[in-house]
């Protein structure tokens, strides 16, 4: 059920783009904008839950239908860990290049990237668990030294 005044926040997907957490549940873009509003859907399959930002300043303006659903906040810390490791992985294994000369490590950290996009892809489908998840993150990070 909405609340009067929801909090909302943004996460990074996997795949780079916006996504919108209200109140613990996660919305993506539904595909539909206009130059004043962007349309958001539940992320859970389907969870009928829809909700409207303004496109240029995102402030929450709509939110309708009930969520089929309890909230998973935990998936939403992992969301934020896994960003941060995404991140630190590109900042400390990518070089400045400088004109004309090449990255040896860029093989390694795409690799690295895509290990970590894996573990993410099969952690929101379910197939492993956060523990799981950690597990193989500590790895990459341990075998990254």
């Not at 009067?4 to 539909?32: E, M, R």
């Not at 958001?40 to 402030?59: G, I, M, P, R, Y």
């Not at 239908?65 to 909230?71: E, F, G, I, L, T």
Request: a positive charge.
């Amino acid at each position: 059920m909405a609340t009067a005044c929801p909090t909302h926040s943004f996460v990074t997907s996997n795949k780079g783009k916006a996504l919108l957490v209200i109140d613990d549940y996660v919305f993506q873009q539904s595909g539909k904008a206009t130059i004043a509003t962007t349309y958001w859907a539940c992320q859970f399959k389907n969870c009928s839950a829809v909700a409207h930002t303004t496109t240029k300043t995102v402030v929450l303006t709509k939110q309708k239908n009930d969520h089929c659903h309890a909230p998973v906040p935990e998936k939403i810390e992992i969301r934020h860990m896994m960003n941060k490791v995404k991140s630190r992985v590109i900042n400390e294994t990518t070089f400045k290049l400088e004109a004309g000369s090449q990255n040896k490590n860029a093989p390694k950290t795409l690799a690295m990237q895509e290990q970590i996009d894996n573990l993410g892809t099969r952690f929101y489908n379910d197939d492993i668990d956060r523990t799981e998840l950690l597990e193989g993150l500590s790895l990459l990070v341990a075998s990254k030294k």
